[in-house]
């Protein structure tokens, strides 16, 4: 998982690795945007959107996170998150 905060918004990257860490694939992309007022989630692959919708939450940095790694548990069931890092 990468993340980029900015003043107003989070950018993510959620990518799957091999074993060896020599393949490693995006499997989606994505935002939250309106902090602190109102906070938007839009998230997307190569197939198209995943989600696009209001986050009807506190609009601040802690909601938005909380909120993403909640969504890539449903999402991605499948994966075990190991590693997360801000650009």
Do not use: D, M
């Not at 997307?44 to 959107?49: C, E, I, L, P, V």
């Not at 993403?68 to 997360?84: D, E, G, H, R």
Request: include cysteine; hydrophobic fraction near 35%; charge should be neutral.
């Amino acid at each position: 998982l990468t993340l980029n905060s900015g003043s107003s918004s989070i950018k993510f990257a959620l990518y799957s690795a091999e074993h060896t860490y020599h393949k490693i694939s995006l499997l989606c992309q994505g935002e939250f945007e309106g902090i602190p007022t109102t906070l938007h989630f839009s998230a997307h692959n190569t197939h198209g959107s995943l989600e696009n919708k209001k986050i009807e939450e506190k609009p601040n940095f802690e909601t938005a996170l909380s909120y993403l790694l909640k969504w890539i548990n449903v999402t991605f069931p499948q994966l075990t998150l190991s590693a997360a890092g801000h650009r």
